[in-house]
């Protein structure tokens, strides 16, 4: 055991030394995550809990318009002003004369405008939700005014009372997932991770063994007294370690810096990701003991790599391709370990959830460490 651990610690020290891996280890992955989770909405929050902003412009100097906006908070908006609209998709003019228009008993229109030009979960939950809070304060005002004795005309104390009264009929509405939406940096960081993970485990895999090779150094390994066993657990120990300084780092920046949702499942995240990197490992020992030069073991790992992140759901996500194709992401190593984190971190499933996904994930790690085992060569 001494052996197989001082040879992946001295692995490691050498992989880390080359200053122009921590490029492609956590500068190229987080770059990616960050500009797909921005393009496809950076929305990370708790659909139970969820609360898009809405610029509010009030023209209305009356209270009607404050109890408006008191009510668009009780159901789930948070008004914000025009200088503070970055991250609104849609916003509400309250007309002047909002409050007499309304104690006149007159029709008063509210303007609903864009802001910016994008269509996402957003603009149609402030579209639900605006809808609603309109149906609530209207509601609202008709209570008040049959409250009212007759000849009393209707004020803010009035309505108030209405407001604040308890609500005998209850709505338990959620999203299918009770954990983030998977959109923004909630899908794109699991996916990039997983795509980055196995891509640059097979090319330092391979490549290192292929250099090793070439200069002699897995001959002189071979005849020291260590066993085949000891030097391939060794090179693997290696691998899986450097895949966890990328899983660590990347899955701290992503919790602190980009607000990923992991809740109570690291242990399960954990699990996946380090027997991903057992997977990737292996089949980049497997490669390094198949092909000398490391231009080709780099070119190879690519044309592996790419495809396994594309059809496991990397890229995009897996509902929007045909049956039969996501049939088969579930039975690939990244399309595997994406159900798994999605079962974790977007469903908040527990870890019974993942067993299926990570028999998959063992059956190929076992799969390539016997390949690897069959084409040894120093």
Request: hydrophobic content about 50%.
């Amino acid at each position: 055991m001494k052996e197989i651990l001082d040879i992946g610690f001295n692995d490691l020290r050498v992989f880390l030394k080359d200053k122009s891996a921590f490029i492609w280890l956590l500068a190229m992955p987080l770059g990616f995550a960050y500009f797909m989770g921005f393009v496809s909405g950076g929305y990370s929050g708790d659909p139970k809990n969820a609360q898009p902003e809405i610029v509010i412009v009030n023209q209305d100097s009356g209270y009607m318009s404050q109890l408006f906006l008191e009510v668009l908070g009780q159901e789930g908006l948070r008004p914000v002003s025009r200088e503070n609209q970055e991250g609104a998709a849609r916003g509400l003019e309250i007309p002047e004369g909002f409050t007499e228009m309304i104690l006149s008993k007159k029709e008063s229109v509210l303007e609903f405008f864009k802001v910016g030009s994008d269509e996402d979960q957003r603009s149609f939950l402030v579209q639900v939700v605006l809808g609603r809070a309109v149906i609530a304060f209207n509601g609202y005002l008709l209570e008040a005014a049959q409250d009212l004795p007759s000849g009393v005309e209707l004020d803010e104390a009035a309505i108030r009372a209405v407001m604040e009264k308890e609500n005998p009929i209850g709505l338990d509405a959620r999203f299918a997932g009770r954990k983030p939406i998977p959109v923004g940096f909630n899908l794109s960081l699991p996916g990039n991770l997983v795509m980055y993970l196995m891509v640059n485990l097979m090319i330092f895999g391979g490549a290192g063994i292929a250099a090793e090779r070439r200069s002699g150094v897995l001959r002189r390994m071979s005849i020291s007294p260590i066993s085949k066993a000891q030097l391939l657990g060794g090179k693997l120990l290696g691998l899986i370690l450097l895949g966890c300084v990328q899983i660590v780092v990347l899955i701290s920046l992503g919790r602190f810096l980009f607000g990923l949702n992991i809740g109570e499942n690291l242990p399960g995240i954990l699990v996946t990701l380090i027997m991903l990197s057992w997977v990737a490992g292996s089949l980049g020992l497997m490669i390094g003991f198949l092909i000398k030069s490391e231009e080709k073991v780099v070119g190879l790992s690519l044309m592996i790599g790419l495809p396994l992140a594309a059809l496991g759901g990397c890229w995009w996500p897996i509902e929007v391709v045909s049956e039969s194709l996501q049939t088969l992401a579930l039975f690939l190593p990244t399309g595997a370990a994406l159900k798994a984190l999605h079962q974790l971190i977007t469903f908040g499933a527990d870890f019974s959830s993942i067993l299926g996904p990570l028999g998959i994930l063992a059956a190929f790690g076992l799969a390539a460490n016997v390949a690897a085992v069959k084409c040894f060569r120093v």
